[in-house]
């Protein structure tokens, strides 16, 4: 049975699984039309241990800084500290009206979705939002061990 070429998403050639996944892909491609097949080098994303780091300082920060007089969750952090990132490298989340017509909505990239370089970055950022509000940081070996939430 062909595959619909159309609705398979990006591959990340990381494993095995994956790499069969592909040939698999391949072999199912009909041969009309005529598909064209890409392979470049993936930036690579985050590490675990920037993950890890990035989670921790947003508890951090979560913790310890109110905006506008509110203590704001993790998630909504991420949100904040990644779209103030991307503005600041040039980069812009986009703004749109919420879909029920209620407020405004922020697009932004997903954190999962970051490279090593933008990852790096944005714990920058934040490292300079957290000086700027007095956040004390965990121990930095606590910082590195510790799981994401």
Known sequence: MPVAVQDVKPLRLINDTVRFRAIELIKKTPAEPVYEMVLRQAESLRTLEQNAKAHAMLSDI??????????LKLEVWKRLTISAMLREIGEK????????GCGIDIIYEKSSKLGVKKTALWIEWMYAFGAEKDVVWKDPKDIINCEPR
């Open 62 to 71: 979560s913790k310890q800084v109110e905006w506008h007089g509110v203590k």
């Open 93 to 100: 989340p986009i703004l749109v009206p919420a879909l029920d």
